[in-house]
């Protein structure tokens, strides 16, 4: 599968947090905790952010909520496409 990996690290980050409700970290943390770089693009209020990650010569733009995370990947056209029915 394409975003094999997101998919799993996404799964890891949800799965930590449940095990660990009193140590939440936020994905791009987890993401960088495993070895990934994440530049930041953004900081918004209430915890927004917005950050560039690439995991296995694939370029994703993540919009961080906190809680909920919004995937997108860039494509070989350079535009941005929601992944959120892989997850």
């Known amino acids: ?13 949800q799965n930590y947090n449940n095990d660990y409700l009193n140590d939440f970290i936020y994905f791009n943390e987890f993401l960088e905790n495993k070895g990934y770089h994440c530049d ?13 990650v690439k995991i296995e010569n694939l370029s994703y733009l993540i919009t961080d909520y906190g809680i909920t995370v919004e995937i997108q990947y860039q494509n ?3 535009k941005f496409i929601n992944i959120y029915k892989y997850l």
């Open 1 to 13: 599968m394409k975003h094999g990996k997101i998919k799993t690290l996404y799964h890891k980050w």
């Open 76 to 78: 070989e056209f350079g």
């Open 40 to 52: 930041i693009l953004a900081v918004g209020k209430k915890n927004l952010v917005i950050y560039r």
